[in-house]
């Protein structure tokens, strides 16, 4: 009987899989990114003050207009640099609190990180995150001066 408990929780684990969120506001846009069970969403603002103002605001919206609520969210990767140091540290800020607040683990990359990779995507990041061992909840800025 446990096996067969055992065998039916993980089916539902690998069932419900959890959305990704990929926050890139280094550059000259920011770019947010949603991969989930079988969609991939994004979306670019300008990257202005006004709208480092409202990142959170932005992330709800594009959350909701895809129906997936934060809590839904197992993962948050975060573009650390080098690039915009305002666009670097109102993202960081804001993925620091959705992790405090709701718990989600983020992973900040650098696209240094994974230099000798041919698939850059944005899709791609996550995998590989995880297959260079990009550590969680770790942050470590690089700024253009």
């Not at 670019?44 to 594009?62: C, G, P, R, S």
Request: aromatic share 12%; glycine share 2%; charged share 25%.
């Amino acid at each position: 009987m446990i096996l067969f408990s055992s065998e039916i929780e993980f089916e539902l684990k690998n069932r419900i899989k959890m959305n990704k969120l990929i926050i890139d506001a280094a550059s000259d846009k920011i770019f947010l990114m949603i991969i989930s069970n079988a969609s991939i969403y994004n979306i670019t603002h300008e990257n202005t003050k006004i709208n480092y103002e409202k990142l959170t605001i932005i992330i709800n919206d594009f959350l909701s207009s895809k129906n997936i609520k934060i809590t839904k969210i197992s993962a948050i990767y975060i573009n650390q640099g080098s690039g915009s140091f305002a666009g670097i540290r109102n993202s960081m800020s804001v993925v620091k609190a959705f992790n405090v607040a709701k718990n989600i683990d983020y992973y900040c990359y650098n696209l240094d990180d994974f230099k000798d990779e041919k698939d850059l995507s944005y899709e791609n990041i996550p995998n590989l995150c995880k297959k260079y061992k990009i550590k969680k909840n770790l942050i470590n800025p690089i700024y253009i001066s």
